[in-house]
């Protein structure tokens, strides 16, 4: 499904509704985000972290890499997941940067949420991630690729 969200308001929305779509499985849960800078990948991520009651602002782990964060406890029982892992790998070059991370380890646990902007430095994070597209159009206006996501989803 293609959405155009035209303001903040618009992506906190669509943010709501992903995490209301996502559970557990047997591994951590991947969300792979892709667009140019400024696509709108961070902003996402900070309206998805406030979606699951991470407290306080999220931000972006540019310099860090990897930024975890602790889920309210209402919202752990909702979807299962006990912390959101936010990664920003836009400074990575390979997969072999992965590992000083604990990438490997990361992935095993399925009570970890894990949202990686910039999959492709590394040549993907995963067959079994879930793609999400950014396309910049305008000052305010975003164009975000969902292609798992069924349009019925967005109606309730």
């Given at each position: 499904?293609?959405?155009?969200?035209?303001?903040?308001?618009?992506t906190?929305?669509?943010?709501?509704?992903?995490a209301?779509e996502?559970?557990?499985g047997?591994?951590a849960t991947?969300?792979?985000?892709?667009?140019?800078?400024?696509?709108?990948?961070?902003?996402?991520?900070k309206a998805l972290?406030k979606?699951?009651?991470?407290?306080?602002?999220?931000?972006?782990?540019?310099f860090?890499?990897?930024k975890k964060?602790?889920?309210a406890?209402?919202?752990?029982?909702?979807?299962?997941?006990?912390?959101?892992?936010h990664?920003?790998?836009?400074?990575?070059q390979?997969?072999?940067?992965?590992?000083?991370?604990?990438?490997a380890?990361?992935?095993?646990?399925?009570?970890?949420?894990?949202?990686?902007?910039?999959?492709?430095?590394?040549?993907?994070?995963?067959?079994?991630?879930?793609?999400?597209?950014?396309?910049?159009?305008s000052?305010?206006?975003?164009?975000?690729k969902?292609p798992?996501l069924?349009?019925n989803?967005?109606k309730?």
């Amino acid at each position: 499904m293609i959405v155009l969200a035209k303001n903040l308001s618009e992506t906190e929305k669509l943010a709501r509704r992903v995490a209301l779509e996502l559970r557990v499985g047997r591994e951590a849960t991947i969300l792979a985000l892709s667009g140019d800078l400024g696509s709108g990948k961070t902003t996402f991520v900070k309206a998805l972290a406030k979606a699951l009651g991470v407290r306080g602002v999220a931000t972006s782990p540019t310099f860090v890499l990897l930024k975890k964060y602790h889920l309210a406890p209402s919202k752990t029982t909702q979807t299962g997941f006990h912390q959101l892992i936010h990664g920003d790998f836009y400074r990575l070059q390979d997969s072999r940067d992965l590992a000083p991370l604990k990438w490997a380890e990361l992935v095993l646990e399925p009570k970890n949420l894990i949202v990686i902007e910039w999959p492709e430095q590394v040549g993907g994070v995963g067959k079994k991630a879930k793609a999400i597209f950014f396309k910049h159009l305008s000052e305010n206006e975003r164009e975000i690729k969902i292609p798992w996501l069924k349009e019925n989803s967005l109606k309730n």
